[in-house]
């Protein structure tokens, strides 16, 4: 049985435990905001990759294509509008309501467009209310627009203000941007470790305690020791996904962070005291039958967004996610 993560992650999460160490013991601590303001670059008089008003027709469109689409159960078109973790997800979302996936009711969005160069990837950031709560999404242009990462702000979270310049832009942080606490290329990783390991980890410095990172491991192991007595043998890890973060610079000198995890939970019959392994209500759609006796498997998308305060432990504010699918022996 595995403990308390992987070897992988962890040896991640030592490394940027070591770098953040070094920058704080040396004699060259961070640039105060003021600092870092005052050495900004003059905003660039060149025209921006994507216009304030492109970012606004291409959600407009997407909002009334994802509601046509979601009316008629069109499962393959919605697909056809979605990249990256949301292929997967919106997939899901139509296969386990038999494709009568829920609509939603938009409020009025305001827009994070990042300056970018053409010959760059090309995306920004709608906030907009949905429903009862407030959605973050962020779309990306290939041959078209399509939403890449959507996450839900939590009940008490509020989004930091983002730094824009003059003419509204905002400033982009790169993935392996050193003025900011965390740089945005190990957000996932750390995250990935803590909630394997929980307070005890090497991450635990650096990512806040709350329901998506210290809580889960806890909830982790508590399902380890309970399938452990009926038999079974429980497991569940997080990897970071493979797919595009995206992170913009905040008015106090941090970050705002959007990227996505992948969990699979494993569950094995080892004693067979119980001839059949017990299956997440949310999973069922995804099995092709309704018993496994040895072995089942439960594979998840997680969209997450993270504030990086200049000096203090990330904090996830956003999350969406869900099963997308499952398998058995």
Same mark, same amino acid.
């Given at each position: 049985?595995?403990?308390?993560?992987?070897?992988?992650?962890?040896?991640?999460?030592?490394?940027?435990?070591?770098?953040?160490?070094?920058?704080?013991?040396?004699?060259?601590?961070?640039?105060?905001?003021?600092?870092?303001?005052?050495?900004?670059?003059?905003?660039?008089?060149?025209?921006?990759?994507?216009?304030?008003?492109?970012?606004?027709?291409?959600?407009?469109?997407?909002?009334?294509?994802?509601?046509?689409?979601?009316?008629?159960?069109?499962?393959?078109?919605?697909?056809?509008?979605?990249?990256?973790?949301?292929?997967?997800?919106?997939?899901?979302?139509?296969?386990?309501?038999?494709?009568?996936?829920?609509?939603?009711?938009?409020?009025?969005?305001?827009?994070?467009?990042?300056?970018?160069?053409?010959?760059?990837?090309?995306?920004?950031?709608?906030?907009? *209310?949905? #429903?009862?709560?407030?959605?973050? &999404?962020?779309? @990306?242009? %290939?041959?078209?627009?399509?939403?890449? !990462? $959507?996450?839900?702000?939590?009940?008490?979270?509020?989004?930091?203000?983002?730094?824009?310049?003059?003419?509204?832009?905002?400033?982009?942080?790169?993935?392996?941007?050193?003025?900011?606490?965390?740089?945005?290329?190990?957000?996932?990783?750390?995250?990935?470790?803590?909630?394997?390991?929980?307070?005890?980890?090497?991450?635990?410095?650096?990512?806040?305690?709350?329901?998506?990172?210290?809580?889960?491991?806890?909830?982790?192991?508590?399902?380890?020791?309970?399938?452990?007595?009926?038999?079974?043998?429980?497991?569940?890890?997080?990897? *970071?996904? #493979?797919?595009?973060?995206?992170? &913009?610079?905040? @008015?106090? %000198?941090?970050?705002?962070?959007?990227? !996505? $995890?992948?969990?699979?939970?494993?569950?094995?019959?080892?004693?067979?005291?119980?001839?059949?392994?017990?299956?997440?209500?949310?999973?069922?759609?995804?099995?092709?039958?309704?018993?496994?006796?040895?072995?089942?498997?439960?594979?998840?998308?997680?969209?997450?967004?993270?504030?990086?305060?200049?000096?203090?432990?990330?904090?996830?504010?956003?999350?969406?996610?869900?099963?997308?699918?499952?398998?058995?022996?």
């Amino acid at each position: 049985m595995r403990a308390y993560g992987r070897r992988g992650w962890a040896a991640v999460a030592a490394g940027v435990l070591a770098a953040v160490t070094a920058c704080s013991a040396s004699g060259d601590p961070r640039p105060s905001l003021a600092a870092a303001t005052a050495a900004a670059a003059p905003t660039p008089t060149s025209a921006p990759g994507v216009s304030l008003s492109e970012a606004a027709n291409a959600f407009s469109e997407y909002v009334l294509t994802d509601d046509l689409l979601r009316d008629a159960g069109d499962r393959r078109m919605a697909r056809e509008i979605t990249r990256d973790g949301r292929v997967d997800l919106v997939n899901a979302e139509y296969a386990s309501t038999r494709d009568r996936p829920a609509r939603h009711t938009w409020g009025t969005p305001s827009f994070l467009v990042p300056r970018l160069d053409a010959n760059e990837l090309l995306w920004f950031t709608a906030v907009v *209310p949905r #429903d009862d709560r407030t959605a973050v &999404l962020t779309f @990306v242009k %290939g041959t078209d627009w399509r939403l890449s !990462s $959507l996450s839900l702000l939590l009940p008490w979270a509020k989004l930091p203000e983002v730094k824009r310049d003059a003419a509204g832009y905002a400033e982009v942080v790169g993935l392996d941007d050193k003025s900011v606490q965390i740089s945005p290329r190990y957000v996932a990783p750390l995250h990935a470790t803590i909630a394997e390991r929980g307070p005890t980890g090497i991450a635990a410095n650096l990512v806040a305690p709350g329901a998506y990172t210290t809580e889960t491991a806890a909830t982790i192991a508590d399902n380890r020791t309970e399938a452990k007595t009926d038999g079974f043998r429980y497991d569940s890890i997080f990897t *970071p996904a #493979d797919y595009p973060v995206y992170a &913009l610079r905040t @008015v106090d %000198g941090g970050a705002l962070v959007q990227y !996505s $995890l992948l969990r699979t939970t494993s569950m094995t019959n080892v004693v067979f005291v119980n001839p059949f392994l017990p299956i997440p209500p949310s999973g069922r759609w995804a099995l092709a039958r309704d018993n496994y006796s040895q072995t089942t498997k439960v594979y998840e998308t997680q969209q997450y967004i993270a504030a990086l305060p200049p000096a203090a432990a990330a904090r996830v504010i956003g999350y969406d996610g869900a099963i997308t699918r499952a398998n058995g022996t």
